[in-house]
């Protein structure tokens, strides 16, 4: 508000001031004249005016009087009086003149104060208009925001809208595109499927064409000849099965499935040309008997001996070229391998055999002895000498040491403390992690306290306590590959490095651990057992690894080969683990043994039977220590992984399943690594002083 305007309670006391003059000057007045009433008897006013000069004198006083609501004296003062004279004889008094100016200054006053009041007014109402105009404007300004946040709001919306759109266009895009990948594979499956029964009416044709040949050895012998082909063909076939059952078919099978078709077709063609020669040969031949039947009639017991005789060739001469083509086909696979070697067949039988009968022989081989024996000829094929012999020792070793324990694992009177040793071992074993190094460090001693007889159960009061614990302890870890190090692969380096504390102290404990890997996972050694004469289906898996159901079904393929990942990485984690802070000797089971793995399994000539397994163990052991190993040996590590990609990767493919998927990813990995010149640290690796 202005300086220059009052307030309303101001303006009314200033009112009330005035107000209380006027009356006092009332008062005064009034005074005045009845003072004076009695004595005016004349005319006072005017030129016929007469006064006396104790009137005048009187009235003087009272003209010089003043009012009580000018200034207050204490003593009234008497001024001598003035009048002024004119010409004409009119008298005025001075004081009378004052006090008329008096009167005209109190109404300017009072002009000038109404001036003010009507000037506050005005301001006031000036106010009011401005109080409104900035009313109008905030309004107006409410307005204009409200505006521009509802038109915001609408953009939002607008923009919602139009992303909702957007994200609708892309699922239906999506959805369309998944309906046409579909469609596309449902027609690729019903392509597939239609080869299929093409490739099922040649083979069916095949099958008629050997039932209705008139001579069966001739055939037999034909179809020896087929029968690599065949077998390939029929194993790429079920291959491609499991494919439509999961709805995993591409286009290259669709190729892979031409291919097929036409290879059966072309055998189909080949075998009927042939079965028609055969045909036409007998039909001759009997045309010749009917003609000369009378001169062979003479002696029918000498033509069925001869008719005998023939057959036993005919069968000696099949078992003949069967072997050669067996031999051929290996031969062709050894040559492409850049072997020198000699595939025998293996014969399956089905009497039953244990482990110690599969190991026995190879135990007791002379090492004098001719290579041409067909045992030790045909396990060397396929086995590694030295890794045999490495798995033959830890077997006897895990087989002496259980023995061992057996009267103490078997008595009621150490049933209560068994049953606590195994619990002391399970609950850090199950806690083992690498969150900290106090974590880590606080298991470690846990178990090398129990180990040693400084804990509770005292391991000490039972002669063979501690050979207990460590073999329960051995067979812990191991599982512990099986089951979490699969699912988790970090989790192989806080358990390697345990182990390798507790290897450092308890050599023993490190032999136990290992003889478990090579029973669980003979592949770790690495041995890729073939199978022998004599060993059934069932023997066979289990010497492999395989795990058996209680009704006898046999562990899936998959599931098997997750759990010698498992294994696999924790034994390669192991070979790269560094000793704990402030011990100087190496490590007990180092990097060395990493190099003579994969040296090793370079040696053994692949297997059809084993190749997805062995592609699986060799990327899993070159993702875990291939950092390690490509630091310590630069030069030669890089030599293997040439070799292994140029002349080894392509001997398994050219065995292998076509398309598996072990041998891609082992092809990208060795691919990616001999581009980039390294081979990445493994996820979850420890550093050098972790702990």
Request: aromatic letters at 6%; a neutral charge; one cysteine or more.
């Amino acid at each position: 508000m202005p300086h220059f305007v009052s307030t309303k309670d101001e303006i009314v006391q200033n009112m009330n001031d005035i107000a209380s003059d006027f009356a006092c000057l009332k008062v005064s007045a009034l005074k005045k004249a009845s003072r004076i009433l009695g004595e005016v008897n004349r005319v006072t006013i005017g030129p016929d005016a007469t006064a006396s000069a104790n009137e005048s004198e009187k009235s003087d006083n009272i003209e010089n009087e003043q009012n009580s609501c000018n200034i207050t004296v204490s003593q009234k003062s008497v001024c001598p009086q003035i009048k002024i004279s004119m010409q004409s004889g009119i008298t005025f008094s001075v004081k009378k003149i004052m006090l008329e100016s008096e009167n005209q200054r109190k109404e300017e006053v009072q002009k000038e104060i109404d001036r003010h009041w009507q000037h506050m007014k005005e301001n006031g109402k000036a106010i009011q208009e401005h109080i409104a105009i900035s009313l109008s404007h905030m309004a107006k300004e409410r307005e204009r925001k409200s505006k521009e946040n509802y038109a915001y709001i609408l953009a939002e919306e607008r923009i919602a809208e139009q992303e909702e759109m957007r994200r609708r266009h892309e699922r239906q895009k999506e959805v369309e595109e998944y309906r046409k990948k579909m469609k596309e594979k449902e027609e690729l499956i019903k392509k597939i499927i239609k080869l299929k029964n093409v490739y099922s009416v040649k083979y069916h044709d095949i099958v008629i064409l050997s039932e209705s040949c008139k001579d069966q050895n001739s055939v037999a012998i034909i179809l020896s000849s087929y029968a690599a082909t065949l077998e390939e063909l029929h194993y790429q076939m079920k291959f491609i099965d499991e494919k439509i059952e999961t709805g995993e078919v591409t286009s290259s099978d669709l190729s892979n499935m031409e291919k097929m078709v036409h290879q059966i077709n072309e055998i189909q063609c080949m075998f009927k040309l042939e079965v028609d020669k055969i045909n036409d040969q007998e039909n001759v031949v009997t045309t010749e008997n009917v003609v000369h039947a009378h001169l062979q009639s003479k002696d029918l017991q000498n033509q069925e001996l001869k008719d005998t005789q023939i057959v036993s060739e005919s069968v000696a001469e099949t078992n003949i070229q069967e072997q050669t083509n067996t031999n051929d086909t290996q031969n062709n696979d050894a040559q492409k391998c850049g072997k020198m070697k000699k595939h025998k067949k293996v014969t399956e039988n089905t009497n039953s055999t244990n482990i110690s009968q599969v190991i026995a022989p190879v135990a007791n081989i002379d090492e004098n002895k001719s290579s041409t024996e067909p045992d030790e000829g045909h396990l060397y094929e396929y086995v590694d000498k030295e890794s045999l012999q490495i798995y033959v020792n830890s077997q006897k070793f895990l087989e002496n040491y259980v023995k061992s324990l057996h009267e103490f694992s078997q008595s009621t009177a150490t049933k209560q403390f068994r049953f606590e040793c195994q619990k002391a071992i399970n609950i850090p074993v199950n806690a083992i992690s690498g969150i900290n190094e106090q974590h880590l460090r606080d298991k470690y001693e846990r178990l090398h306290n129990l180990l040693i007889g400084k804990s509770s159960p005292n391991v000490n009061q039972h002669p063979r306590g501690a050979d207990f614990c460590k073999n329960i302890l051995a067979k812990k870890i191991v599982s512990q590959g099986e089951t979490l190090v699969s699912s988790k692969p970090k989790m192989a380096f806080p358990i390697a490095a345990v182990v390798v504390a507790l290897w450092n102290d308890h050599p023993d404990f490190g032999d136990l651990l290992l003889s478990y890997f090579h029973k669980v996972c003979p592949f770790t050694v690495p041995v890729f057992m073939p199978k022998i004469v004599g060993q059934t289906n069932e023997d066979y898996y289990k010497l492999m690894g395989y795990k058996y159901a209680e009704d006898g079904t046999v562990e899936k393929h998959d599931k098997f080969l997750k759990r010698m990942s498992g294994l696999m990485r924790l034994y390669a984690s192991i070979t790269i683990t560094p000793q704990r802070k402030g011990i100087t000797k190496p490590n007990p089971h180092g990097l060395q043994n990493a190099w003579r793995w994969l040296a090793a399994v370079l040696n053994i000539e692949p297997r059809k039977i084993v190749t997805d397994l062995c592609a699986t163990l060799l990327l899993d052991m070159l993702e875990v220590a291939g950092n390690a190993l490509w630091n310590a040996y630069p030069k030669q590590f890089r030599k293997l992984l040439i070799l292994l990609s140029e002349e080894y990767y392509p001997c398994m493919q050219s065995v292998g399943c076509i398309g598996g998927g072990p041998l891609v990813r082992l092809e990208e990995f060795l691919r990616s690594s001999l581009t980039k010149g390294f081979i990445p640290p493994p996820d979850g690796q420890f550093s050098q002083n972790f702990w």
